[in-house]
């Protein structure tokens, strides 16, 4: 291969190598926030308790949305689920996150939502799990 063929075939990979998933576990939440997780919006600070702890976020650099859970102490979820608004479904609701719903509420687990200036938050928590999981979308898709 020449040089040319090599350094296309390089500059293809760096570019590939640039986009798509990046995950991130975080043990607490004073981790999470030394990362930037929450002054970047990944996740709202204001809904996830100090208290939180093995915090994972899947983000897709590509086109900002990201998902992930994040656990805490079941006494913290009324101060949690006090922060976000009932889930309201957008008259076209994507099956996918209906399936996705549907299966975390026999499981125990409620609907919420929060809305961003650049984002939209889907929030399904337990309290008797002491879990919420979680979707990003920047812009109401869901």
Known sequence: MTRLAWSGLLAVV???????????????????????????????????PPSARLIRIVRQLDDGEAQGWFHFPSVAFPAVVGRLSPYVPPAKLDPAIATYIAKNQ?????????????????????AAGGKCYFKRWTSRSD
């Open 106 to 126: 026999t499981r125990g687990y409620e609907a919420f939502e929060a809305l961003g200036a650049d984002a939209h938050w889907l929030f399904l928590c337990s």
């Open 14 to 48: 760096l570019l590939a190598a640039g986009c798509g998933k990046v995950t991130d576990d975080y043990p607490s939440y004073v981790d999470a926030a030394a990362a930037g997780l929450f002054e970047q919006a990944w996740l709202p600070h204001a809904v996830v």
